[in-house]
């Protein structure tokens, strides 16, 4: 059997299994070898794993030239090509059946193969790897009764190459916004600064308990303070270190992080870029300073 590629770009492949999966794994390593096919073997790991390795590989690519496809085996051949087609650019398909394979490479142009460990004979196994080797994209197929693709199938298949990268990538609705929700309600918004903490400003969006979306500069520091009931925190945006100082805690929050801090800690924080974050009080919003700013300053300094 020897080695086809439409593009006549040199191939290689980066392969991996589960623990159901890597006895036929193996086969088709040593069979991609036996066809003096490279192939990087990445072993056994947990099917969440594995395929977002080699989903990861493929869609990072080569530099040189070389096209990267993948393989990859567990017990049904589903899951590990869920997590390979988290990344972009990858198109992996189970195939059961050599038929399978003539399509998945017709059809979506696939660059990953996923094998059933559970349920595929090495022979059949061998016979589906090679189809996906030697079939073109766009090529005659099953699902084509072999027959060459129609003329409007044909246009389909060729500007799918461009339209399906492009997909999630943008909002097909433009009433709705692909921003979560929380996000949404700073949206049109007017935020108002607030005095007592130079660098920032804030939305008030809900009263009694109050709950509010807040913004600070990259830079900006609040001083030591504290309120009297206690606060949830949803970072949306940029980053920020948190000093606990009534319990000598301290933690760095990152877009997506949260934090609750109880009502009378005293805290302080030193926002590291542009902040934004939800914010909800317990009961309604106060604020009562337990420092100024220029000790705040003086304090951070000596910890640098």
């Known amino acids: ?61 080569d530099n040189s030239g070389t096209e990267i496809r993948g393989l990859l085996a567990c017990g049904t051949g589903v899951g590990v090509s869920i997590f390979a087609n988290k990344f972009p650019g990858v198109y992996a398909a189970t195939c059961l059946t050599p038929a399978d394979a003539v399509n998945a490479r017709s059809i979506n142009n696939a660059n990953v193969i996923a094998f059933s460990g559970i349920s595929a004979t090495p022979n059949a196994a061998v016979e589906t790897l090679d189809n996906f080797l030697n079939t073109p994209f766009k090529s005659p197929c099953p699902a084509s009764n072999s027959e060459p693709w129609p003329e409007n199938i044909q246009s389909f298949l060729d500007k799918s190459l461009t339209e399906m990268p492009k997909i999630g990538t943008t909002n097909p609705n433009p009433n709705f916004s692909n921003s979560c929700v929380i996000c949404d309600l700073a949206s049109g918004r007017e935020f108002t600064p607030v005095e007592i ?104 300094d000596q910890e640098c």
């Open 197 to 300: 903490m130079p660098g920032g400003s804030m939305k008030i969006v809900r009263e009694s308990p109050t709950a509010a979306v807040v913004r600070f500069t990259g830079g900006s520091v609040e001083p030591a303070h504290h309120h009297r009931y206690g606060h949830d925190v949803v970072v949306m945006k940029g980053r920020k270190i948190v000093w606990n100082l009534s319990k000598n805690e301290r933690g760095e929050l990152g877009v997506g992080d949260y934090l609750y801090t109880p009502g009378g800690d005293v805290h302080r924080v030193k926002y590291l870029e542009d902040t934004e974050f939800f914010i909800r009080w317990d009961g309604g919003w106060d604020i009562m300073l337990d420092e100024d700013l220029a000790t705040a300053l003086t304090d951070l």
């Open 1 to 61: 059997m020897s080695q086809k590629n439409s593009d006549h770009h040199p191939l290689k492949f980066v392969a991996g299994a589960d623990a159901f999966g890597c006895a036929l794994k193996d086969t088709l390593v040593s069979h991609l070898r036996s066809l003096n096919i490279p192939v990087e073997d990445l072993g056994t790991d947990n099917h969440y794993s594995i395929g977002a390795k080699i989903g990861q590989i493929v869609s990072s690519g």
